[in-house]
């Protein structure tokens, strides 16, 4: 392996790298914003008296946009994640002992769909079940 095929390996390798990490920010600010909208409705339908159930099906809507535009971005993290395999495979059969370095395994596989599970099972929480209670309260108590 030459130094320019070293080289060319690692930035593919961090272009992977910056693409994951600027899907998993746009996904924290889908859900930053989802939940600031549906908020902002559950404060509008409680100083409303009327059309409250209204007020309560928007924000399902709006907090379901807000998980296909997660779903969106999970996809292209975990196609980036995917990528990332590539060149740490080929340094991997070029004697790059990657696994001694980082301490544990170095390629996703099967599990990069699995990887942000806990982060999205939050982010679904929070949409779901945080982000529309104000408007259903409202919506139930009035």
């Given at each position: 392996?030459?130094?320019?095929?070293?080289?060319?390996a690692?930035?593919y390798?961090?272009d992977?790298?910056?693409?994951?990490?600027?899907?998993?920010?746009?996904?924290?600010?889908?859900?930053?914003?989802?939940?600031?909208?549906?908020?902002?409705?559950?404060?509008?339908?409680?100083?409303?008296?009327?059309?409250?159930?209204?007020?309560?099906?928007?924000?399902?809507?709006?907090?379901?946009?807000?998980?296909i535009?997660?779903?969106?971005?999970?996809?292209?993290?975990?196609?980036?994640?995917?990528?990332?395999?590539?060149?740490?495979?080929?340094?991997?059969?070029?004697?790059?002992?990657?696994?001694?370095?980082?301490?544990?395994?170095?390629?996703?596989?099967?599990?990069?769909?699995?990887?942000?599970?806990?982060?999205?099972?939050?982010?679904?929480?929070?949409?779901?079940?945080?982000?529309?209670?104000?408007?259903?309260?409202?919506?139930?108590?009035?």
């Amino acid at each position: 392996m030459t130094d320019k095929e070293f080289q060319i390996a690692c930035l593919y390798l961090q272009d992977c790298q910056r693409l994951i990490a600027a899907g998993k920010a746009q996904r924290w600010d889908v859900v930053k914003w989802t939940v600031t909208v549906n908020i902002a409705l559950g404060a509008a339908s409680a100083a409303t008296q009327q059309a409250n159930s209204y007020f309560f099906l928007l924000s399902v809507l709006v907090a379901t946009l807000g998980w296909i535009l997660i779903n969106h971005y999970d996809r292209r993290v975990t196609g980036a994640r995917k990528n990332s395999d590539k060149p740490v495979t080929y340094l991997i059969n070029q004697g790059v002992d990657i696994e001694s370095i980082t301490g544990g395994p170095t390629v996703y596989g099967d599990t990069s769909r699995l990887y942000d599970l806990p982060e999205l099972a939050g982010f679904m929480y929070a949409l779901f079940v945080v982000s529309i209670a104000p408007a259903f309260l409202a919506w139930w108590l009035a």
